[in-house]
């Protein structure tokens, strides 16, 4: 799964170690010049993670508009910092991670690896594989068959047979294709509607069980 990243900088020099680094953590990258260019840009397509040089006039606007902007909340900006001096103005950026110039190949590294450990941990956390699997639903009182339509970290959509309340549920059990392991977990119900479909959240589960959904998601998503 390749990422995209921006960077916003004239220092020729940097760019050409941040675009090495950041091809090697299979990320692209775009060049940006001119700060309000870069905010264009980003209005017209989705950025991973933006990295910004606060010695370039604009900078600062810039952060400004990003943080009035929540429809780019999930960009990472990344600064890199001119002088000390500048990390003062750091928690008014929104910035998340920082490193110093010159570049440290190996502090921007540890840095940049982060970040894209954290943006693929959002991006799993959230993303939902599709399945047509045999589930298990029990309440207090009975139990019921029904058919995983599609499984997250937080939960699983269902469709679940008639003459069963999904409001009653508190468990459900399933096993994960490809694998030894059944999933079995404590839940309570988001949403249903008439038609059988049942939207679950997990409430409890052992941390084996929860290690193994994580990655066994994860192969997904890096399969599709």
């Known amino acids: 799964m390749t990422l995209s990243s921006m960077v916003v900088s004239r220092d020729w020099q ?26 264009s840009r980003l209005t017209k397509s989705k950025v991973d993670a933006l990295i ?13 508009e990003l943080q009035r902007e929540s429809s780019r909340a ?33 502090q921007a590294v540890h840095t ?24 298990t639903l029990r309440g207090r009182q009975k139990k019921a068959a029904g058919q995983l339509i599609n499984l997250s970290q937080g939960g699983l959509q269902i469709k679940v047979e008639d003459g069963f309340d999904p409001a009653e549920a508190s468990q459900v059990a399933f096993e994960l294709p490809g694998t030894s392991t059944a999933i079995n977990a404590n839940v309570r119900v988001a949403w ?4 059988g479909n049942v939207g679950i959240r997990f409430v409890k589960m052992a941390a084996p069980m929860k290690n193994t959904l994580r990655l066994w998601l994860a192969q997904q998503y890096f399969a599709n």
Do not use: W
């Open 14 to 39: 940097e760019i050409s170690v941040l675009e090495c680094i950041l091809g090697g953590l299979h990320m692209d990258v775009a060049v940006e010049s001119e700060p309000q260019r870069a905010l």
């Open 52 to 64: 910004v040089d606060c010695d370039l006039n604009g900078s600062g606007q810039l952060f400004r």
């Open 74 to 106: 999930n960009t990472v900006p990344l600064v890199i910092m001119g002088n000390p001096s500048g990390r003062r103005d750091l928690e008014e950026s929104g910035a998340m991670f920082v490193f110093d110039k010159p570049i440290s190949v190996e």
């Open 112 to 135: 940049l690896s982060a970040a894209r450990n954290m943006i693929l941990d959002g991006r799993l956390r959230y993303h939902r594989a599709g399945l047509d699997l045999p589930v």
């Open 192 to 195: 249903s509607d008439k038609q």
